[in-house]
């Protein structure tokens, strides 16, 4: 799971379609990935996905919009709430 986030977090993935992807149920998919990372699968993918937006705005030039389409935002307003708060910073 942890191999098809990071190969895939740009895309929409729901705890669902992993459960589905992956022959499980979601709430047995999720404990044990738990068990295995100390995070759930969605707070795994949000941290993948600024560690990997920090990474882009500190070492490009791309614009801020761009670096959230590339990793899996959507919403400007929630690509920007979510940074600030696991950063503190803003994008």
Sequence with gaps: IVNYLHNNYQKKITLEKLAIMFNTNRTTLNDQ???ATNFSVIEY???L??????TLLRDTLLPVSEIM????FNDNAHFWRTFKKHTNLSP
């Design 49 to 54: 996905r600024i560690n990997l937006a920090a």
């Design 45 to 47: 993918l949000i941290n």
């Design 69 to 72: 389409v590339r990793v899996g």
């Design 33 to 35: 990935f738990y068990k």
